[in-house]
């Protein structure tokens, strides 16, 4: 599959800080997917996109999916405990495929 | 519903031995996939299902066979297990209509 890659790899910030992280590919997709995996658990969807320009939301949580197709950026506002866990962008190359996994971006939530 | 559930939880195996690793959904998914988790990196896929009796290598399938003879089952098999099986181990499910991947909570497997 295409590789991801994904930045920063870990985020050290305060809570009620904002945080931003974004994902880029050398390749074009259809499809971009964050999920969240909180530790000792499996990973979770938070936030798809399927158009190019797309800005989706979710809470606290806004993901977009870059015009040029080759990229995404995920951000969190006013940051809270939950928060922490690793984030991953992922795509689907479309049928029953599974999903490539960028390395994620550990967020660590400093009191 | 359960959703997608996993067992065991941890297991550690000795060079050589083989196990299985189990998977269910109770969520009438037709899609079936195991991912490996290595440290600090993303989930790589092993093996994948589309239905009863039809699955399919991922990426990095070699020491591992699957088998699906129900919707609901996915089981993994590892049949000579060597310390880079060391992992947690993943598997997921979806409707054949959505990307919406649903995971289980992980096999931790270390083999010495």
């Known amino acids: 599959g295409q590789q991801l890659n994904q930045s920063p790899q870990s985020m050290f910030i305060q809570e009620g800080e904002d945080v931003s992280m974004n994902c880029t590919s050398s390749s074009i997709f259809n499809t971009w997917l964050w999920y969240k995996q909180d530790p000792g658990e499996g990973p979770v969807l938070l936030i798809a996109l399927y158009k190019a320009g797309e800005l989706t939301s979710n809470g606290r949580l806004t993901a977009q999916f870059g015009i040029t197709r080759k990229d995404s950026f995920l951000n969190i506002s006013a940051s809270i405990p939950s928060d922490v866990g690793i984030y991953f962008c992922s795509y689907s190359g479309g049928g029953a495929d599974g999903l490539t996994f960028g390395k994620g971006t550990h967020l660590i939530i400093q009191p | 519903n359960a959703g997608v559930t996993q067992t065991p939880k941890f297991r550690i195996l000795k060079i050589g031995q083989s196990m299985t690793l189990q998977c269910a959904q109770d969520m009438n998914h037709n899609y079936m996939y195991w991912y490996r988790q290595d440290p600090g990196m993303g989930l790589k896929l092993i093996y994948y299902s589309v239905g009863a009796g039809i699955t399919d290598k991922g990426e990095v399938p070699n020491g591992y066979n699957v088998s699906r003879s129900t919707t609901e089952d996915f089981p993994l098999r590892l049949e000579l297990a060597a310390p880079s099986q060391t992992s947690v181990y993943f598997c997921?499910?979806?409707?054949?209509?959505?990307?919406?991947?649903?995971f289980g909570p992980g096999t931790r497997l270390t083999v010495l």
């Open positions: 997921a499910s979806r409707w054949a209509s959505t990307d919406t991947q649903y």
